[in-house]
C-alpha cells in the first residue's frame, strides 16, 4: 500500500449537502444516570470565500428531535427539553465562517442571531417562568463579547469542522490542534490536545479514515483543576480522600480524498472518577446525499 504523505484538498462546490448527527451526552454520579440524546438533520452549503480568503458556508437546520434512553424518538419532550429545542431555533440558519484547513473560526450572521434571541426571550420568558436560571445562562452566551466563543468551543462544531484539509499528514508524527472540550466535566471546560492519523487507506487513495485521539492538556493555563478538585469535594461530601481522573477520547472520518469530502464522523469522549463520577459523550454525523 502506498502511504499519503501531501495535504487532503477541500471540496470547493457550491453543492447542497444534506446531513444527520447525533449528539449524545450520558452522566452517571454514583448511581444516578442522566441521558440526554439529540438528533439534527441539517444542509451545509459552500458560499465562497470571504474578503480575508477564509470560507463561507450556509448552515440549515430541518428538523432537531430528542431520544429517550432507548434511542426511541421522544413525542412528548419535558419542560427542559421544549425549552432547548425552542432556544435552539436561533441555530437554524447560520452563516459560518471557516478556515481553508476546514476550522470553524466563528459565525458571520451574528445580528441576525442575536435578533432572533432577543425576540425568542420574550416568548420564552412568559412560557417557562421558573427555569430563569436556564435563559439567563442562554443570554450570556448570545452577548457579543461571548457569542464566537461558544460557536468555536461548541462540542459538535468543534468535532464536525474538522481541521485536517492541506495539512500535512506523514507516517512519523501525528497531526496535533490545541481544543477545549466544552462543559467536558460538568459545567467545565477542558483543554485537550487532539491527534490525527490516517488510519486506513485504498490503493488508489479514494477513501480513507482518519482516526482521532486526544490527551488531557493540563499543562496549559485554563486548566480547571482547582475547579474539578471543588466539585469532586462537593460530589463526595467529605474531604481528604485522593481519586483519579481517567480520560477516553477515540473517533474517526470517513474521507473521499479525490474530492475532498468528509461523508462520515464518529467520536466519543469521557471523563470518569471511579465510581463517582462519568460523564460520556458521542457525536456521529452521516453524509446522507447530494443535491
Keep these: 500500500m502506498v502511504e499519503h504523505t501531501g495535504p487532503i484538498q477541500l471540496n470547493g462546490e457550491g453543492s447542497i449537502r444534506s446531513y444527520t448527527a447525533e449528539i449524545k451526552n450520558v452522566v452517571a454520579k454514583g448511581k444516578k444516570v442522566e441521558h440526554a440524546c ?14 480575508e480568503g477564509n ?17 426511541r424518538p421522544i413525542f412528548k419532550p419535558s419542560k427542559t427539553q421544549k425549552l432547548a429545542l425552542n432556544a435552539a431555533k436561533i441555530n437554524d440558519e447560520l452563516i459560518l465562517e471557516v478556515s481553508k484547513n476546514y476550522k470553524l473560526i466563528g459565525i458571520i450572521n451574528v445580528e441576525e442571531v442575536q435578533k432572533k434571541w432577543r425576540k425568542l426571550k420574550g416568548i420564552l420568558q412568559d412560557s417557562f417562568t421558573d427555569l430563569q436560571t436556564v435563559i ?6 448570545m452577548q457579543t463579547s461571548n457569542i464566537q466563543k461558544i460557536y468555536r468551543n461548541d462540542v459538535f462544531y468543534n468535532f464536525f469542522f474538522s481541521n485536517f484539509f492541506y495539512q500535512e499528514f506523514n507516517t512519523e508524527k501525528s497531526l496535533e490542534h490545541k481544543k477545549v472540550l ?22 488508489l487513495f479514494q477513501n ?12 496549559n493555563k485554563i486548566f480547571p483543576l482547582e475547579k ?59 453524509l446522507e446525499k447530494d443535491e
Excluded: C
Design 136 to 141: 439567563g445562562d442562554f443570554d450570556w452566551q
Design 55 to 71: 470560507l463561507k458556508y450556509k448552515s440549515s437546520i430541518q428538523r432537531r428531535f430528542f431520544l429517550d434512553d432507548k434511542n
Design 228 to 286: 474539578m478538585n471543588v466539585f469532586l469535594g462537593n460530589l463526595l461530601g467529605t474531604k481528604g480522600s485522593k481519586h483519579s481522573l481517567e480520560f477516553d477520547y477515540d473517533g474517526f472520518y470517513k474521507v473521499k480524498p479525490r474530492i475532498g469530502l468528509i461523508t462520515e464522523g464518529h467520536l466519543t469522549y469521557s471523563f470518569s472518577i471511579k465510581d463517582i463520577y462519568t460523564k460520556s459523550t458521542t457525536l456521529n454525523f452521516n
Design 208 to 219: 480513507i479514515t482518519i482516526s482521532t485521539s486526544a490527551e488531557l492538556d493540563t499543562k
Design 38 to 51: 439529540v438528533v439534527l438533520f441539517f444542509t451545509l452549503q459552500y458560499l465562497g470565500t470571504t474578503e
Design 182 to 203: 466544552m462543559n467536558g466535566i460538568h459545567n467545565l471546560d477542558v483543554p485537550i490536545i487532539e491527534k490525527k492519523t490516517i488510519a486506513e487507506q485504498d490503493l
